[in-house]
């Protein structure tokens, strides 16, 4: 099978930089992130969230 006949999206609050530290184990952790990372598109939001924003409104 192709690795790239699907496609996967990954939404977390958890900067890809800190996901070495919460796998713990840094073999594990660099063949992961090399597979999710590699010809991936990445999309970092900034601002003030929505939710938080909403909520100060009402």
């Known amino acids: 099978m192709c690795s790239n006949s699907a496609s996967l999206i990954i939404a977390t609050q958890i900067p890809v930089e800190k996901w070495h530290g919460l796998i713990g184990e840094s073999t594990i952790a660099d063949a992961i992130l090399d597979r999710v990372t590699f010809s991936s ?10 939710r938080r924003k909403k909520k100060l409104e009402s």
């Open 41 to 50: 598109h990445r999309l970092e939001l900034t601002g003030e969230s929505y």
